[in-house]
């Protein structure tokens, strides 16, 4: 069988599981799409001179890393913490929490340093941002199938969306909901007995 | 003793498996040929799940957590580098050390998983597989793609792994690479078990060609 067509990936040590939680989805995210994560880092920069755009610069960078849980993991990887359908899921969700917030700790820092005024947005910065992860998360395994690029449904991605356009915002919190218990019946189809 | 009883596998109005019966002890290397191995592998490691019969230890359902199943063609997610896959493993379990493996069994560790050699990828699949330590083992086609040398690598190491209380069952299109290291071989045809050698009949069978051409039913 031919190789296929070695594509480019960021190969550095800068990105390695051990500092990413053990999160495959952030460690493949990134090094897939490095120039891109350079880009964002220096947007955040250009958003943390303005005094109101940090921190909504920062959220916005929240719902672009929940394309980290857009495909789908092989079996292996995903059986690969040994936990039941309920420990992962909660795994997982602390995990994009972690590199999330540690990653943009420091773009937090500088903005409430610019501008100590507009420190009080932060408030509502790091409940949405964890938020649009945790709905990321369990969209992902509420219709995960091992190997496969997830095509979103319709409604899915009405979800995703309603993390930018706010009138959309109660969908996806009732998806949100609906998706964490759909979520957990699925993966206790691959992971049932490791309870 | 993991149990296989009256198993019967069908993927839409196919049969892949019908009737299959075996007794594989533990401890020991159990070689596989014929038409369904892939097939009897993957509902042994819980992929398919059987309509029919049932894959059991002492009575009870085979557990992931003591399994580690090898591919015949090993894959990986797009965007993890070698290291990576072998990082992530270590990540979850903290005692395992792949080092030997890897000096047996060379792989780029920078390079993309997803998009090394067939060759390579099997390396990094069999270092994955072996390193975790898993009591039961289920190699499908350990030998494919691998050059002469790491063939007799690969032998050399399921020997002892034979030896080191885990219980082996693999696979292989060739019957030449299982002689001397299986401890019985098994023969798959018609969607049941056509015949069943042990370890010393196997040099007798002299047979390198399609499994089920020319092999006597036992």
Redo the contacts between chains.
Sequence with gaps: ?P???????Y?GRWI???LLG?S?EW???L??HAPTVWIIAGGLILCILLPIAGFPGLYVAAVAAGAFYL?N?????L????MGPCRLLVRKVLTAWRNYFLLTLPFALLAILAHPRTAWIAAAWAPLSALALLYAVVAKYAHYLP?TSRRQPLAARLGSAGFIIPVLLPLSLCLTVSYALRAERNLNRF?H??D | MITIDSLRIREGKRTLLDGVTMHLPKNAVHGVVGEGRSTLLRAIY??LQPEAGSISEAGH?L???DMA?LEA?P???????AR?CI??????DHKVNPEALIRRFPVPL???A?????EARKHLGII?TLMRGKRILLLDDPFRELAPERIFVMQQLLLHLGAEERTVILTSNRITPLEGVCDDLYLLGGGGVRARYEHYELGQLGCDGEPGSGIPEN
């Design positions: 069988m190789a296929p067509n070695p594509k480019r990936i190969a390695r599981p051990e053990g495959p460690t493949a995210g090094r897939r495909d993991e092989p079996r292996e990887l059986q690969l913490p040994e190997d992971l007995d490791y | 819980g992929v359902p557990q992931h957590q199943f063609d894959h990986f997610w797009p965007g993890l580098t990576d990082g992530l493993i270590r990540y979850f920078d390079a993309q997803a998009t090394m050699s067939p994955l």
